[in-house]
């Protein structure tokens, strides 16, 4: 690391407050970033399995997203619209409703709210509270949901939630995610807690699920849970909402990660790559039979970003007029699945989780994960961990990610992993 | 209207949710915005005194800023980079530790929050209770601080609050603002209640307020007042957070709205006009030695907006490197009083209200305030009310109107206040 | 002190929790009660003019009540009954409507409710949610209302509030008791903070209100605040709650301490000298188109103490068939009124607080309330503090002391003054 | 049914909020009681099968306390003392040390409580949360806990709990009582949800338990349940309180429900039985450590009810002295368990459920549940049902009915079983 640039860090140190956290783990500069891969300061390249979290799912700076995105900027195009009528908005509503809403039946409404998931869901509770009367909403052991207030108490880790500094996290009760008891039968739990009228559990306005838990360690629920849920709140007159932020727009196969499972969600929850290029976006989908909003209810200012507009329009129509790109995503998922069993094996007790493009693999130990992580990234891989103990190294790759890369990567975290066990059978 | 432009418009109806709110009372399609002027589908321009709620305080699509982030975008910038380190965010901070920071004597942190004022609200409330153990914050009436459950219990409105679906609104007190009882010393009051060990409010982890409440109706908290409530604050061992959302950034004269006013915010959030050209930022500062911040403890994915650095470091160094831009808009705002003051003479019990360049008219109801504004849309001008009863024209003009496009805007406001009143005469 | 009665006390020492108070200050152990007379085992007498916090308004072990019991007693009438029906609890319950509603015009019901003031208060402010479907109750600075976790969120104390252990006191708004804050009309202040739709206080299911705040230093509203507090009440579509726990049952002159004063609570509270003899016993009095309960909606095992409704049928056939006793309450007052100001005289700065047998002396300090209070009590009186600073030395002398006893009470009281001021004055 | 008597209980009607509830039941008017048998006003008696909810295990009326009690009053013993130091209270708590804590050597103190089941809750989870520095409770499917905000808060029945007219039940979790899954292991569950650190169960401050959950269907934990509750509440730094209200004071058997179980509570809440006679009073039991509480910090006018200090030390003396009365217990509760096996296997899917003297036949429906009380009502035994749906008829007699008359109590059951039984089968 040359002089100048540390020199330059120190700005970080001084004046970015010590809640920073990604940055301690990839401790470089970060100058340029292109489809799937990253460049520092010193021109050192990184292959991104990280991919802004889900937010990258096409990967950095799609040539045809930028390209719309600076004839936007460049002719003048709205920057910043509050949420008043813009040709931007209706082209990129027009895309959504012809690519993915009416293809799949779907006749939800969208909710242009503040450009955070955290806002979609704080969105989507206050309206599950509304249109039931009730107060209660069920989330699930391991979900993450978002970090103000009332996301904040659907979210699961003692951590983040003692962030909120002592204030009660109310009006939410969390029951086990599927598979998160050993053998009980969670689904079955939850009807027979609910259905109990001395549970002491008052009736839920709403159940809110993550389909795959990215922050929880790449839980995914089953078909059949998620459909037992979907019944379950439908016979206690509550609502489902879908919590699609990390598990959608491709991520698992399908734009939504539900899509196929035979139900039909109340309300879902979008955030990430929704926009396609990285811009800070999120939308709530509602029936229109829920959508009793007075005008401003709920509001914000940056509600509908019209950058975002334009590159999630572009998105649409690049990446989701027919199959190609889901067929795609699959065959890549597959190799995904086969390469991490693979790697798995080398790892004494060690289990692939997840769907599609969404997987790891947990090592076990959150110790052991960070080791991994870090020598990734020393091997010039960003890849981060998940779960409760940090046990899960997570491959969140852009779906876009070429081939060739994607598999360079791969071997990249299989030496990463053997390294790590090295080490530590030395150190035992 | 053509036929062509209201075809365009049932997608709004068809898939926008309900909730959307300016574009009912601006009923047209925008297509580009430069300046202070917006042009709609059919080539009509528009002045814009609405400045996207103060989010836009240097115009729409300033050309420098404009060229800046086109750059940054061909030259394949990072678009999202979570909170990990880049040039860009290191150029920002830099420009706004040397620019903005230094030479007022703050020593403060800055937080990465999610790009939403909300989010900024959310994170220093949060800071507020981890720092003192302390649940209760102190908000006022008439204030506003966002939408998601931690700022929506801190926010005066009712019908807001009610958008909350029942839930209580917990953990705050809300105390009169300045002004708002009449003769009533408020501050004295604020002192009683606080100094009483049996008043029932709880010792407070923070104040919360706005040096002037754009939503709720102008209210301009006076020097002696908000140093009262700053020394009070230290008294009972609370922090003060100054809500700067709105009225930072210039809207007021100076970068920070009370920069001059003799005491130090313990933080300040800032949001809307940050980002220079209307681009999704936000960001919470706070005093170093509140920074307990463990990594992550509050996150969110688009918390530090690359392409927000990018324009927010050329406002900084366009508007903030000498003193004249301060001064110009320092005369607009005598200019923008003298005006009001006119226009208010005319309309019997109006008085003018509001700080600097973010003033406006109190016309004594809601219904008079509204034809007001939908006169001056239908004159080509976009203009809003504000307060608890919308009775409020509000004036909150780009700061860099060219003072002729200013002037003829303000020529616009008195014609739409002159039909108005006849319209209200012929009536009665 | 004896060796034999020191030993005796270690008992309490050992098991009984330091929650324990009363013991402290008036540390002796008694064994019988007559009247306003204490006894303790060493033979001493003491006038009591504490009477169980206003529990013992008739004095202590009124003859005929003591013989009414002892006779239901030996004829095995029942002690426990829940809430069936017995020909006691009809009795009691004819009486009281014949005695003390019929007359005064009242068309109330009577619930019986566990025999706790602050179950009292917890279902008066359940019903008040019930009916209104709102939330937010009203009370105000320096009112005690319980100690269970609704009444505390109504209790303005902060030590008490402090015995929560840090839960959210919610969905409760404090406002100032008239004359908390010097000459601001805090009446006046109500209307304003309440009317305003955007001051962050949300719409009131009811006001509480102690017409005399016995624990809070003897602050006595006025007719007129609390008739502009029934008016608001009414306005606002919200309850009032009369608690005249502690000044009722002709504390303050009338058997309830507003029935002159123009209007009609929609509910009261009653419990301390409701029995008439300092059993456990509290009710709570509805409107009858209130009682939308189902029942058991609200229980208790000991609602309806039966013991407590033989002698509280004795109080009120005794008491309160004419207005003798009230006459004669009412002299007492005026004696009362006369001496405590006379021995305010003496106290630099002090004043007379309080209504009809309700009254006190503000001495400036806690510490000099205390030394009076502890040399009254060498001096055979008991009596004691009030106030959020323990600054008001309090008379709760029974209703029914005899005269003599009752001045030779005063003068005690005026000695203990004297002698606490020549200290005072020593010690500077 | 005379006309007179119907004419008396028109007060009832006129005067009694609708809120009560067992007069509906047992719809007569009650004169007199003794032992297990009461008397209404056309002297018809009755065999007393619920014991005022097991307020009454020595049954009513019991001679030695009576005559005690009458001696008192004549006496001019205390009536109401506050929490000042009496004889009469010294000496219960000398006997409450001699004859129970000392010999099971227990070092609890006693806090006196205001004289309600609900108040001991309430003051324990205040203690629970003072001393941890946590607020979260644990409380259990189908527990019934009282009636107050914090108590209620812990009740699992959803009924009860719309009492609270819409505010949020906080600061608690709900976790399945054993044997309210079926197969499920509720231990082990427990064990995993509160293990897991992202269950979004905040860590617990205490735990509150039923032995037997008298109102929610007479459900009876297990030793080996109980055992796994105290050491999971130990392994998590919560406390563990043992609600004995209903369960407590020989109704299974032993003084406490749980004293041979082999582990210590933090906590044990006292009421019902604990005076002996049924008057008014409750108490908590506290280890020494955790008795921080600053004087008053939790108060009550009605703490430590002296009448009922009188009766508890008489029963104390006359029950507990020697094993005699436990051992007559244990032999009833076995003719009471085998006569209800017989009972129940005349119902189809019936079973005996609960412990001890506690005990019930869960007959599959309120409906029958409340066919079979009705009919025993009229043919002289008072006896009612419990559980979610009222499916549980609950034999709640005192510990004391003589042999015969229990024995006959059961038959007259056995008959309202065969006449609801021959009725259903008449009408299906």
């Known amino acids: 690391m040359s002089t100048a640039q540390t020199a330059d860090r120190t700005i970080f140190e001084r004046r970015e407050s010590e809640v920073r956290s990604y940055c301690r783990s990839f401790d470089t500069v970060f100058t340029s970033a292109s489809g799937s891969t990253l460049t520092d300061t010193e021109g050192r390249e990184y292959t991104d399995f990280l991919a802004g979290c889900s937010s990258l799912n096409y990967g950095h700076n799609d040539p045809d997203m930028k390209s719309a995105l600076v004839d936007h900027i460049t002719g003048d195009g709205l920057t910043h619209g509050l949420d008043m009528y813009t040709d931007t908005k209706a082209d990129f509503l027009r895309a959504f409703d012809e690519i993915i809403l009416k293809p799949r ?30 107060k209660n909403v069920i989330a699930f052991t391991n979900g993450f949901h978002g970090m103000t207030l009332g996301a904040l108490a659907l979210t699961g880790n003692a951590g983040k939630r003692g962030g909120a500094g002592g204030v009660s996290l109310n009006d939410t009760t969390h029951l086990p995610y599927e598979g998160s008891l050993g053998d009980v039968d969670t689904l079955e739990l939850a009807r027979e807690m609910l259905r109990n009228g001395s549970s002491g559990i008052d009736a839920p306005a709403a159940f809110i699920v993550e389909p795959v838990q990215g922050e929880g360690g790449l839980n995914a629920a089953s078909k059949e849970w998620l459909q037992g849920i979907a019944a379950l709140a439908k016979e206690l007159g509550a609502l489902l909402i879908i919590d699609d932020i990390q598990a959608g727009i491709g991520r698992t196969g399908s734009f939504f990660s539900t899509e196929d499972f035979g139900f039909e969600p109340d309300m879902i929850t979008l955030a990430k790559s929704f926009s396609g290029m990285g811009l800070p976006f999120a939308a709530l989908l509602l029936k229109p039979e829920l959508d009793i909003w007075k005008p401003a209810e709920h509001n914000g200012t940056f509600r509908g970003n019209t950058h975002a507009f334009v590159t999630a329009r572009v998105a649409l129509e690049k990446f989701w007029k027919d199959d190609s790109f889901a067929k795609e995503v699959a065959e890549k998922s597959d190799l995904l699945e086969k390469r991490l069993t693979e790697i798995a094996r080398h790892i004494p007790g060690a289990y692939v989780k997840g769907r599609g493009m969404m997987r790891g693999i947990d090592v076990g130990s959150g110790e052991l994960a960070a080791h991994i992580c870090a020598d990734a990234f020393d091997k010039g891989l960003i890849i981060e961990t998940s779960g409760a103990e940090d046990e899960v190294v997570k491959v969140l790759a852009p779906l876009t990610t070429p081939l060739a890369q994607f598999k360079a990567g791969l071997d990249t975290l299989e030496d990463a992993v053997s390294a790590s066990l090295s080490l530590k059978i030395a150190a035992e």
Do not use: F, Q, Y
């Open 105 to 134: 039946g779907m006749d939800h409404k969208v909710m242009m709210v503040g450009p955070t998931g955290t806002n979609a869901v704080e969105a989507a509770i206050k309206l599950a509270r509304k249109t039931t009367g009730r």
